[in-house]
């Protein structure tokens, strides 16, 4: 399964953006992962096929991660942005339920080019 991100771009703080993934295909669980520059890469958010949903602790609320299993599209809502938003956000794929429960990259199969989000005034 191949997945391919967009919808990013520019915003000031407070704003808001979304982000869509699509996938070639069913794939159970899918997420988004971000890398800043210099930093590693960290989990955002992940939904699986049954509708469970897991979130980074650091996001407090300001992200809503939602999919369209019609479609094979993942979502992410971000509000609220902050200027340590700013980062590259790549979609990814897994098989099962262990990329949602977990959120760590290791647990993804396949990845997106990914889309920048940049937050700044």
């Known amino acids: 399964v191949q997945v391919v991100e967009s919808g990013g771009g520019q915003v000031e703080p407070g704003g808001s953006l979304r982000l869509s993934c699509v996938a070639s295909?069913?794939?159970?669980?899918m997420a988004w992962f971000r890398q800043a520059p210099g930093k590693e890469r960290e989990g955002v958010a992940a939904?699986?096929?049954?509708?469970?949903?897991n979130y980074a602790d650091y996001l407090k609320g300001r992200f809503r991660v939602s999919r369209d299993d019609d479609k094979n599209i993942l979502y992410l809502q971000m509000d609220s942005l902050k200027p340590e938003d700013t980062a590259m956000y790549y979609c990814?794929?897994?098989?099962?339920?262990?990329?949602?429960?977990?959120?760590?990259?290791?647990?993804?199969?396949?990845w997106g080019q990914g889309t920048q989000v940049t937050v700044s005034s």
């Open positions: 990814a794929a897994g098989e099962g339920y262990p990329l949602r429960q977990s959120l760590r990259p290791s647990e993804a199969t396949s």
């Open positions: 295909g069913y794939i159970y669980s």
């Open positions: 939904q699986d096929y049954a509708g469970n949903t």
